[in-house]
């Protein structure tokens, strides 16, 4: 294995800052620095070892199965990584013309930092956006600021002032960092209870992703509580404390995806399912030595 590939690694098990879609670029930016020399051995190879990287997070799973699927196509390993970037990076310009499709342009709601979701409201620019502050890491403050200088006027609120809110927003958009066969789909802990309370004012709740982030049935674990050190939510060392990072919204709650490839009832997800688990036993189960 490459050096590049164990540090790429490392890195995206470790990275608790960026988005999904940024740890697949990082992935196969590291397969990028191969050079001209790459073959499909090796290819392969580094597409497992990253697709195990981080379990549970299906677009750097699902990134490496296009890549390895284009490289089939084309038998060129870098067209493959760079058609499979391309596409990436593309999907934002598609997400936003489906959002512009069902999502208002007054007040929007959002909770937990999303890049996907940051993107699309800077380019739609609704009247007013409120964000949760998404502790235990204040992510909610760090997307605030990035509306505040597109020039979009932000309120930013604590968790618990989420259910009072929704009452005020025309929808709750969030990002997905999973989305099951199902529908239901895993993102940071809190977002169950804003679309719980989304349903309770009546207010439509979308989930804003990529269809790479669609997991395959097959792919490694199924969805299991990850949580953080104690002291990121209180350092006394006498009481117990949990702090969960993540859980799984389920689509009865979910008015509809926004994707790049259109605006997705939860019911029609597993057609991307399909196709990702015919991608994902092409990498995993090819026998190209």
Known sequence: ?????????KEIQADRASGTRQLALAALQSMREFGPDCDGLELRDACRRLALARPMNAAVENAMALAWARYLDTSDCLRAIDETVEMIEDAPEEMELAARKVIPL???M???????????????????????????FMDGLRMAKRFVRAGISTTLITDAQAALFTHEADAVVVGADTIFPEGDFVNKIGTKQVALAAMDADTPFYAVAETMKVTAPSEPL????????????CSEKWLEVRNVYYEVTPSRLVTSYVT????VDPAEVQQFSAEAEERWQALM????D
């Open 1 to 9: 294995m490459r050096q590049e590939v164990r540090t790429a690694i």
């Open 106 to 108: 007054g007040t929007i």
């Open 110 to 136: 959002t909770h937990s930092y999303s890049s996907t979701v940051t993107e699309l409201l800077e380019r739609v620019k609704p009247r007013r956006v409120i964000v949760t502050e998404a502790r235990p």
């Open 222 to 233: 199924p969805f299991a509580p990850q949580e953080g050190k104690a002291k990121e939510i």
């Open 260 to 263: 790049e490839r259109g605006v």
């Open 285 to 288: 189960n090819s026998a190209e």
